[in-house]
């Protein structure tokens, strides 16, 4: 998603970031029959240089008004939109970073995957299996960080990706183990339960 270097603020990189915002997919884009397919490609992904009269018919041919994919980001947007090309970039070191820190805090798999609202097996896929590894969302990094208490947000997920440091780097430091009364709360709140085997666990201390 973009080139290395290239400006996120540029006409190209916004219009690829309001078509995923919008859910307009490949095949949609596909069917505007606006450039060749390779191009089309490569507008999805931000790569083609674009300019306005381009815009403004992909977005007629999609029936969008031409400003939903050429407005300015707002801040929200320019950091979600951050977090993705780095979570895409790096997406194991993303998942092994956000593994370090829920085992840190203390919540389990299953639970750290119900509160990013995601299946288990999701996780399980993105930390284990190259070919299912799916993307850390922002919202999912967002929500995750927040039930950690982890004060710098979801960007702390993609941090260290371009030092060549370990992804549990600087956990201990941010994240602390959250109490039993928090850990309970967050299964109640993402509506999770507790496996057997965990709660015998506890049954036990």
Do not use: C, K
Request: proline share 6%; charged share 30%.
């Amino acid at each position: 998603m973009l080139a290395d270097g290239q400006d996120p603020g540029s006409l190209e990189a916004r219009v690829a970031y309001h078509l995923r915002r919008l859910a307009v997919g490949w095949r949609a884009v596909r069917q505007t029959r606006l450039l060749p397919r390779d191009e089309l490609a490569d507008l999805v992904q931000g790569r083609i240089t674009l300019n306005e009269p381009i815009v403004h018919e992909l977005a007629t041919r999609l029936g969008l008004p031409t400003a939903e994919l050429s407005r300015p980001l707002t801040l929200p947007e320019t950091e979600a939109w951050s977090f993705y090309r780095e979570s895409v970039r790096h997406r194991l070191h993303v998942w092994q970073r956000a593994r370090a820190s829920w085992e840190r805090a203390g919540l389990s798999l299953r639970l750290a995957a119900a509160v990013m609202e995601l299946r288990p097996y999701q996780v399980t896929h993105a930390l284990m299996d190259p070919e299912r590894r799916l993307v850390m969302s922002y919202q999912a990094a967002l929500r995750l960080a927040e039930a950690l208490e982890i004060e710098a947000g979801a960007q702390f997920f993609t941090a260290n990706v371009d030092l060549a440091l370990p992804p549990e780097h600087g956990v201990d430091e941010a994240v602390v183990p959250l109490p039993d009364e928090r850990i309970e709360a967050l299964y109640r709140a993402a509506g999770a339960r507790r496996s057997a085997r965990a709660q015998e666990r506890d049954e036990d201390q």
